[in-house]
């Protein structure tokens, strides 16, 4: 991935960071379930970023294969859209 998008991810995971924070006080203050399941997405992006800033700025780890990488982001994607369906659906 080229320097556009290590600055797109940069700014995603930033975004989700800032977002994570505005959506665990909504759910503070009002106690809904969809709330805690836009929470959870947030986080689950705010993940998803740490650790591919981790892959690309310290390669020496060598903690994971590109192959792998790959499964385990589509992975972190399947549960994001898991979880914006349930909080689509919660009444």
Known sequence: MG?????????????????LVVSLASYRKHR???LLFTTL???LLLVKGVLYT???FLPQLNWVEPVLFSIYAAGFDFFVLLFLFFTIVKR
């Open 3 to 19: 320097a556009e998008g290590v600055i797109l991810s940069a700014g995603v995971t930033i975004l989700a960071a800032g977002l």
């Open 41 to 43: 997405v947030f986080l």
């Open 32 to 34: 809904k379930p969809r």
């Open 54 to 56: 981790l892959y690309v």
